[in-house]
């Protein structure tokens, strides 16, 4: 059985950074596409920013330029920084790896307030 486990959520003001980790766990070798995407209650999961195993990087519009993925070299983490967090960014951050099948993590709350 395969895991994600997401960290690093929690509360910070607006202008402030967060970073998120995931790590995978079970029986997995590595994974390919890793990446993050977040859920607000009444709106659809929205896709936050991927990575795939060559390294090439996605995101969304919302949050380029403020957002950075990375994973390790083993391929069983990724990493999710969030600078300049803005209370839009509130939602439930999940964690998504790709090898073969798709997985999930149990996600985790960032909430951006004053």
């Known amino acids: 059985q395969v895991q994600l486990t997401e960290s690093g959520g929690g509360l910070v003001q607006p202008g402030g950074s967060l970073r998120l980790s995931c790590v995978a766990s079970g029986r997995i070798s590595s994974f390919g596409t890793m990446g993050w995407y977040r859920q607000v209650p009444g709106k659809e999961r929205e896709r936050v920013a991927v990575i795939t195993g060559g390294g090439i990087t996605t995101y969304a519009e919302s949050v380029k330029g403020r957002f950075t993925i990375s994973r390790d070299k083993a391929f069983k983490m990724v990493y999710l920084q969030m600078n300049s967090l803005k209370p839009e960014d509130t939602a439930v951050y999940l964690c998504?790896?790709?090898?073969?099948?798709?997985?999930w993590g149990q996600g985790i709350q960032v909430t951006v307030s004053a």
């Open positions: 998504y790896g790709r090898a073969g099948a798709e997985y």
